[in-house]
């Protein structure tokens, strides 16, 4: 998995860098625990659509929907690369998104907002369809990358402006499985 411990287990290698430890299993786990408990009190009843955002918060998303107990449907979507953002076409068939969200109440699952280029033209695309609210929950945040201000509703953890990996996220398509959160060294 291009994924190598070095022997103090604070610091792994990645591919061709090194990473450190930046937050731990539990420190993640406890995030997801609050960031459940404010979800559940937002939707209550209304039996919300959960939207994950793949490939990064496949993991996220699945830990985060076991600490929930209310009623909700699952579906998932698909984010384009940066040179899909220029090209035309019916989001459902670039996206893979099957169920109709019109007057749904719509979270988005997300690993990571950086610029948040990649949330803003999802918001986009999806508010087309008229969902009756469309919101998001991003367990990881930097502020100092942000480019936009829609407002990001449920932020398990805000970070400083430094490539991480590990927990979903990759770098360079390795470390996806590494259990905690590392930083670039
Ligand atoms: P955006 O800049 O908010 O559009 O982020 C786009 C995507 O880049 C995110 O959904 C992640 O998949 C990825 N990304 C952004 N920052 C990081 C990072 O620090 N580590 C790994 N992936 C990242």
Known sequence: MGKKKHSDGKTVRVHDRDFRLYISEQKI?????????????????LNPILLP???GSFIFAADLVRELSMNFELAFIKAQSYDAFHSTGDISERIGLELDIRGRHVLLIEDIIDTGNTMAWMLKKLAEKQPASLDIATLLFKPEAYLHDFPIRFVGMEIP???????????????????AIYQVC
């Open 161 to 179: 402006d430094a490539f991480v990996v590990g927990y979903g996220l990759d770098y360079d398509g390795h470390g996806r499985n590494l259990k």
């Open 53 to 55: 955002v793949l490939n």
């Open 29 to 45: 786990r406890k995030s997801i625990s609050s960031m459940a408990e404010a979800i559940e009190q937002a939707y209550g009843e």
